[in-house]
């Protein structure tokens, strides 16, 4: 089992940024590759950007791309989502997740475990 804790979510103003974090605990966290989604109200939940074990390779969703960053830090076992130029659209609770894939992509289901979720709420 992984367990996984979001946190730094928060609301924002438009233009603004905001870094989430995901502490993981349980197996190893170097073994998983490691993605964030989100989900807007009334809406599916969407895949925003992945990251392999090592961190060498990351992905994004054309919606984030050039504003959103990725990262892991495998010593403190955290995933970290870096949020610039936020759009009301941004708005959604976002969940991090862990595959034992090596290469998950944006497909959910390749996706083992998942955290409760963090608020993001961008202001007009």
């Known amino acids: 089992q992984v367990q996984l804790v979001e946190s730094g979510g928060g609301l924002v103003q438009a233009g603004g940024s905001l870094r989430l974090s995901c502490a993981a605990s349980?197996?190893?966290?170097?073994?998983?590759?490691m993605g964030w989604f989100r989900q807007a109200p009334g809406k599916e939940r969407d895949f925003v950007a992945g990251?392999?074990?090592?961190?060498?390779?990351?992905y994004y969703a054309d919606s984030v791309k050039g504003r959103f960053t990725i990262s892991r830090d495998n010593a403190k076992n955290t995933v970290y989502l870096r949020m610039n130029s936020l759009k009301p659209e941004d708005t959604a609770v976002y969940y991090c997740?862990?595959?034992?894939?090596?290469?998950?992509?944006?497909?959910?289901?390749?996706?083992?475990?998942w955290g409760q979720g963090t608020q993001v709420t961008v202001s007009s």
């Open positions: 997740a862990a595959s034992g894939s090596s290469w998950p992509g944006g497909k959910e289901y390749e996706y083992d475990y």
């Open positions: 349980g197996r190893t966290f170097s073994n998983y590759a």
């Open positions: 990251i392999v074990w090592s961190g060498s390779s990351a």
